[in-house]
């Protein structure tokens, strides 16, 4: 990006940062890499998620005082990013940038630039693990002799849903906003929404910019949510990531240029589904009221596989017994899941017995 263009006659791009219950120094850390960015042409929605302690949202108002380009909006219920957040943005261009992590100076420059020189709806870039005692660990090294290069629709859309090369996080990408107005938020709960929905952000974009730099970093913090759960909250959890591999079987299912991916979307949902049904019968307190009946609902849609393995063939043998009792009654199946249980002991002593 030439250094002498006016940033101003450059797009608006919003930065959206999540708060909850977070730690002054970090959020400080986050939001102070996004106002030095040299791409200065930027608005920053400060969204206090409905925390639960008194400090987040003043710690949000002490930086709207700091820098006209922050506004803060405060909740009282959990919000997803399309509204009423996508409303209080006017940029053109929209990124999402996680309360504890940060970002290198010059992100938004050359994403920026990329996304605009190839006339691309999304840039994407790499990212690195931060630890809490200093050390960078980087998730693959490549040797890429250029900075960057475009993907197509088909092929950005089947990287994101083999989740391998390319992961379903929101933070690694700037998006043009107009592509929100395809977003439809989970049918589930807020938790893993990104891998819920954002293939299908990809799936309307013309074409995706991605740069081999790495400029995120994602903060590997000890106390963050996702690592100080519960093995309760940990089951609840859980549930709501099958939830969203189900939301991707059933995207797949309709579009029928990604079907190389709908056998492996469909046993991954499935796995999940009956890992998840496994913890409602042992543990019905973790889960919301009507979970089993849905999850029961869900199952039966799935056909049986004639495909051998250990996984899969405990996968049909629940398939099997949902279908037996369509309505999935709980105290038949529960004496099945007891059976086999009790089976697999058996045949873990008599192997034992015989070694």
Known sequence: MNRQTNQQELPLLSVIVFAYNIEK????????????????????ILV??????????????????????????????????????????TGEYIHILDHDDWIA???YAKMMSAMLSTNSDIARCEFCF???????????????????ETVGREESVLLLLENKKWQTYWWQNI?????????????????FGDLATIHTLFHHASQ???????F??????????????NDQRKMYRDYCRGNAHYERYLFVKQHTEYHGMLRPLKKTAALHGIFSL????????CFPDNAYKEQVEKLNTFSLSLRVGAMLFILNLDLLILKIFPNGYKPYYKLFRLFYKNLRRLYRYIKRKHN
């Open 25 to 44: 120094e970090l959020l400080n850390r986050c939001v102070s890499s996004a106002v030095r960015q040299t791409y200065t042409n930027l608005e920053i």
């Open 48 to 89: 206090n998620n409905a925390s639960t302690d008194d400090t987040t949202g003043l710690y949000c108002d002490e930086w709207e005082q700091k820098d006209n380009r922050i506004k803060v909006i405060h909740f009282k219920a959990p919000v997803d990013i399309d509204t009423p957040v996508m409303k209080a943005t």
């Open 105 to 107: 100076p010059n992100m």
């Open 130 to 148: 931060a630890y809490p005692d200093g050390r960078i660990e980087h998730r693959n090294i490549t040797h890429e002799t250029v900075d960057f």
């Open 175 to 191: 998006f043009k906003k107009s592509l929100f107005d395809h977003y439809v938020s989970p049918t589930k709960e807020e938790i």
């Open 208 to 214: 995706t910019v991605y740069l081999h730099d790495v």
């Open 216 to 229: 995120y970093y994602y903060y590997q913090r000890p106390g963050s949510e996702v690592n100080s759960l």
């Open 278 to 285: 496994w913890d409602m019968i042992d543990n019905p307190q």
